[in-house]
């Protein structure tokens, strides 16, 4: 019988819509040449979700999420509410509840260096060339959820930042395991000369290691990860961190591949995966079909994985590669001779529609 995936498309905000549209019409593409059959449902969130109901994340967008085997997340945000510190309702509520209701812990942002876009990056090409790490970064605890305040004068304002262990255990065994699959190495991101939940990470990692006596396992602050990142970012196999940290070192290491614009990601835990490129809503470039859809189009690579269809989410992958190759880009990574959202969609589509299976 054909496999069937129930997909929730969450496109929100920004250039949510037109990346999430290329990354169909690839999906849609991967249908036919891999005989499988994806019911696709859109659901609101974000800005879009406010304006239509007042909810960044209205209850029908949860129960679609919940009755579907993926959620395929586009991006939110809106310049309304990032310029209006006192709004009461902001976008980025949407996407924080939505972790924290399908229990997203585990975000996984993988991170490469093209050969072919070594030149893209400010960074120096022979620090940079075949740089391959992970980031693992905590999504549903620490400052992001943590009791908020604001005193009744408006003058002070306090973020707790909370973790406990099996929160720190869930996460760490999913890094410890995919290290297994790589290239056995974890470096644990943290703090712990100054912040009491990072003692809390190191002693409960510390322990869990023994367990994975395969892995090397090392140890580093934050501070010097971030330079670390810079200078020799080809020592990082898998980084597992909390989620600030994971949020701000995963944007530092955007630069090493060139854009923010390719870069996927995979958010797991209890309930329904999402996958979700790692940039924002980008709302100077709505509407103009200049945004790079490739982040999404290998977030929707990810999902295929995810679902055991590795050989298609192989032939997403392959064909990003060879567009790359060809120079095929979208107007941040080519200034002189770019192609638009829209062509980027069709040449992966198309080469996925060429592209003679296996296993099928
Ligand atoms: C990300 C984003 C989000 C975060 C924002 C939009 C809330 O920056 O996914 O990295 O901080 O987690
Ligand atoms: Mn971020």
């Not at 920004?14 to 059959?37: S, W």
């Not at 586009?74 to 310029?83: C, E, M, V």
């Not at 740089?131 to 009791?147: A, H, N, P």
């Not at 644990?188 to 100054?194: I, P, R």
Request: proline fraction near 4%; aromatic fraction near 8%.
């Amino acid at each position: 019988m054909k496999i069937q995936k129930r997909i929730a498309v969450l496109a929100g905000d920004g250039i949510g819509p037109e990346v999430i549209d290329q990354a169909i019409k690839v999906l849609k593409a991967v249908e036919k040449t891999f005989g499988v059959d994806f019911i696709f449902k859109k659901g609101l969130v974000g800005a879009a979700a406010i304006d239509a109901t007042g909810n960044p994340l209205p209850d029908e967008t949860i129960a679609l999420c919940e009755k579907s085997d993926a959620i395929l997340f586009g991006a939110i945000g809106d310049p309304k509410y990032d310029n209006d510190p006192n709004a009461k309702v902001r976008p980025e509520q949407g996407l924080l509840k939505l972790r924290k209701t399908m229990g997203l812990f585990s975000n996984i942002r993988p991170v490469k260096a093209y050969d072919t876009l070594l030149h893209i990056s400010p960074l120096k090409a022979d620090n940079i060339k075949g740089v391959d790490f992970v980031v693992y970064r905590e999504l549903t605890g620490g400052i992001y959820f943590g009791k908020k305040t604001r005193s009744a004068d408006g003058q002070h304002a306090s973020d707790l930042c909370e973790y406990s262990a099996p929160e720190v255990e869930r996460i760490a065994n999913q890094a410890f395991m995919a290290a297994r699959l790589r290239r056995k190495k974890v470096t644990l991101v943290d703090k712990a000369n100054v912040l009491e939940t990072s003692r809390l990470w190191r002693d409960v990692v510390k322990k869990l290691a023994v367990s994975y006596p395969d892995i090397e396992l090392d140890f580093l602050f934050v501070d010097n990860a971030a330079m670390q990142m810079i200078l020799n970012p080809r020592q990082f196999d898998i980084i597992l961190t909390e989620n600030m940290f994971g949020d701000i070192i995963s944007d530092e290491a955007s630069v090493i591949t060139g854009s923010l614009g390719l870069l996927p990601s995979a958010s797991v835990g209890a309930k329904t995966a999402m996958f979700e490129p790692i940039h924002g809503s980008y709302p100077q470039a709505a509407g103009k079909n200049i945004a790079n859809p490739m982040a999404t189009i290998l977030s929707a690579a990810m999902m295929l994985d995810y679902f055991g269809l590795h050989e298609a989410a192989e032939a997403i992958r392959k064909s990003v590669d060879v567009l790359l190759e060809q120079n095929i880009v979208t107007k941040e990574l080519n200034w002189e001779k770019y192609y638009s959202t829209t062509d980027i969609g069709n040449r992966v589509a198309e080469l996925i529609l060429k592209h003679n299976p296996v296993n099928t």
